[in-house]
């Protein structure tokens, strides 16, 4: 398929004006899964099951299961709408949403439609340079996520050319929380940024809440970018598609960036826009086209007749909303101030997504200074190169175990940086990959003599400078020693020997 032609980002925004709307879908880290007493693969403990193994006759549809509420994700998604500084429905229902689904053994999903459990909520995003942006919220309702389809023969692993598709029905079932922003208008050239700094707002949320993992990279939370173009001065709106299954704060944001251009591209040709879903290729940082795109009428819904009506007391909602953790935006500036962070050091760790990394690694022991280093400087400079994220790539208690190597003298910042790798390539803890690569810090005074002496020996006209006066020559000699002790010595404590030789 022939690559789409794009516009100029700022050539877009001078001739449309662009209407975005995001679809987040958190899935929740109950026990068991929404409808049935199968162990959910979004709880941490059982995410490495092997598949099919996290199944129940209900999750694949077989003839009379029945479904049975997870009361413990109805308190999660209460908890997660009162977040979002919603109004919780006193009665809410379930639907049956039809649609072929060849990895949802009943062919419908249960999910909720015109009677959701929560609507008309607002969320404050901070952006780049402290602005604050305010995402209109029309609701967030329960269902349960598909199973999980792999493409068998196929080109990197898609539908197309697959000589067949495998099914793990583990994840059918899962709970979810839908969360649908109203047309969010205003953002102008900040709504790629916005749609991210949205998306990192929502993970916030929902780890301080303790309801979800929020591991992107599992799928515990995916993103739906709807994208639409109008020219200027136009009240109508433009004609939107809706990029599926975004699954990084980067991609959503380069998502976005994407589909402005290249809708604007079509509108200035006189083309026109199709209602479709697209996916998103991250490889190549295209979209490309998906199914066209289904109004609610396409699926059929009514309310699902084996479930009883979601009515929670008053009682519980303020039990609930007692509970709640302070909003993301007052976090951030509660944290900028216990850090110590000026405005610009902040926003680094902001804009990069790594509030609660940075704060997890300070709670594990590392000072803030020295958190923030790690997570904006070599981590993410890694996850660049990897097209990651940071907070996949490491755990923040490891990161603050290899601060603590450096700040104990066990490793130098050069040698942290080779154990970094090695923890981020899977070879354990800090600690682990020390004593396996033979890491630590030389410190025995004698090894580091020997080293000296054979380095003096060999270019005796700096250690005349040296004993001349001329101190700064020193620096050869601490590269020599260094090279021979393979960057594993203490160049402060080997500068400080060759004074004491030479005197």
């Not at 901070?126 to 349960?144: N, Q, V, Y």
């Not at 197309?160 to 102008?188: C, M, W």
Request: glycine fraction near 8%; charged fraction near 25%; include cysteine.
């Amino acid at each position: 398929m022939a690559a789409a032609k794009l516009m100029d980002f700022d050539e877009a925004l001078e001739l449309f004006e662009p209407v975005i709307g995001l679809e987040v879908h958190v899935e929740l880290n109950t026990r068991t899964k929404m409808f049935s007493e199968a162990g959910n693969p979004a709880n941490e403990a059982f995410h490495d099951a092997a598949p099919n193994t996290l199944i129940a006759p209900v999750d694949l549809g077989l003839p009379g299961s029945m479904p049975t509420v997870n009361a413990e994700a109805i308190r999660s998604s209460i908890s997660l709408g009162l977040a979002l500084g919603c109004s919780i429905a006193p009665s809410s229902r379930f639907a049956r949403k039809n649609y072929f689904y060849p990895d949802l053994g009943k062919n419908y999903q249960i999910s909720q439609y015109d009677e959701p459990i929560a609507f008309e909520g607002e969320v404050e995003v901070e952006l780049e340079g402290g602005e604050i942006f305010r995402i209109p919220i029309e609701r967030a309702h329960m269902e349960e996520d598909a199973g999980k389809l792999t493409h068998v023969g196929g080109a990197a692993g898609r539908i197309q050319g697959a000589e067949h598709s495998l099914v793990d029905y583990n994840r059918a079932g899962v709970p979810l929380v839908e969360i649908v922003t109203k047309p969010i208008f205003g953002a102008e050239h900040r709504a790629p940024q916005l749609a991210k700094a949205y998306l990192a707002t929502i993970r916030e949320i929902a780890r301080g809440l303790g309801i979800s993992e929020a591991r992107m990279e599992r799928g515990n939370i995916r993103c739906d970018a709807n994208v639409s173009l109008r020219p200027r001065g136009a009240e109508r709106l433009g004609t939107r598609t809706e990029t599926k299954n975004v699954n990084s704060m980067r991609s959503v944001e380069r998502a976005v960036r994407h589909e402005i251009q290249r809708q604007a591209a079509i509108l200035d040709a006189g083309g026109t826009i199709t209602q479709e879903t697209r996916h998103w290729h991250e490889d190549t940082g295209t979209t490309s086209p998906g199914r066209p795109k289904s109004d609610a009428d396409d699926y059929r819904y009514f309310p699902e007749p084996d479930l009883l009506p979601v009515e929670p007391s008053a009682e519980l909602i303020e039990e609930l909303r007692a509970a709640l953790p302070e909003p993301p935006a007052t976090r951030r500036r509660r944290l900028r101030a216990d850090w110590g962070f000026t405005e610009l050091e902040f926003q680094d760790v902001a804009n990069g997504g790594l509030v609660a990394e940075v704060e997890a690694t300070v709670a594990a022991g590392a000072s803030p200074a020295s958190a923030r280093k790690w997570w904006t400087g070599e981590i993410s400079r890694i996850a660049n190169a990897e097209g990651r994220e940071p907070a996949d790539l490491v755990d923040p208690a490891d990161v603050a175990a290899l601060q603590g190597l450096v700040d104990a003298g066990t490793l130098t910042d050069k040698l942290a940086r080779q154990v970094l790798e090695g923890v981020i390539a899977g070879e354990g803890a800090p600690q682990q990959v020390v004593d396996a690569r033979g890491l630590a810090v030389v410190s025995d005074d004698g090894a580091l003599i020997a080293a000296i002496d054979e380095a003096l020996a060999a270019q005796p006209d700096v250690l005349a400078k040296i004993k001349d006066g001329k101190v700064q020559a020193a620096g050869a000699i601490i590269g020599a020693v260094m090279k021979a002790m393979r960057g594993q010595a203490d160049a402060a404590r080997v500068r400080e020997l060759i004074l004491e030789r030479v005197q």
